[in-house]
């Protein structure tokens, strides 16, 4: 399907598809369980990123993009701990890392997307260092947390989220998404009796 141009299906992550998942846990469930499916979502997700053909063209293949992360960040926000393995193996923080990259030229360049992406990274990695308490439950992940600290750090994430720590995009919130992405990533200790930022218990 992603061979040939014309053979693209913009509808694959129709919001439909987005809303059967968004609204049903069993149709999520089994979408995280059938082999190679969050696998060809995150490959949907960084379809033809950077390429820029044609102004319909470019819109189509967002829509795509924009679908695929839209069920990613479903599934991700409700999922328990055996979702986040799948997603983790399924390369979550890395295309995520990957579709961030308009430092290197290559990239989305509109602000919302950058805010989402660095949204979705700071949640991830937040929830995986600390845990989750609320939707499904689960206790801290290290390990995965590790993983996908490798992810972005394989796919230059790390330049790329300091990149963006000076845009101001959003009314600041790229930035301060920035940080908060990069808080997560070094997995932030601070000791009790210290000042935290506002972010480091959520």
């Known amino acids: 399907i992603l061979v040939n141009d ?34 060809s979502l995150t490959t949907l997700y960084i379809y033809k990123i950077g390429t820029h053909l044609s102004y319909e063209n470019d819109q189509l293949t967002l829509a795509l993009r924009s679908g695929s992360r839209e069920c990613l960040f479903s599934i991700q926000y409700r999922g328990d701990a055996s979702t986040q393995s799948e997603l983790v193996n399924a390369n979550f923080t890395r ?52 993983r996908s ?15 963006q720590l000076i845009n101001k995009g ?5 930035k301060d998404y920035a940080n908060k992405a990069k808080g997560a990533i070094l997995n932030y200790f601070i000791e009790q009796g210290n000042q935290r930022p506002i972010w480091y218990n959520w």
């Open 6 to 39: 014309h053979n693209i299906i913009p509808h694959l992550t129709h919001p439909l598809i987005y809303n059967l998942i968004r609204n049903n846990d069993n149709i999520r469930k089994e979408v995280t369980n059938t082999p190679k499916a969050l696998h």
């Open 95 to 146: 295309v995520f890392a990957i579709a961030i990259g308009t430092a290197s030229g290559s990239g989305e360049e509109y602000d919302n997307e950058i805010y989402l992406k660095l949204n979705y990274i700071f949640w991830f990695i937040s929830n995986l260092n600390k845990g989750r308490y609320y939707n499904a439950i689960f206790p801290p992940q290290p390990l995965l947390a590790h």
């Open 170 to 174: 959003k009314n600041d919130d790229i």
């Open 149 to 163: 600290d490798e992810q972005i750090e394989e796919e230059g994430g790390n330049e790329e989220i300091d990149s």
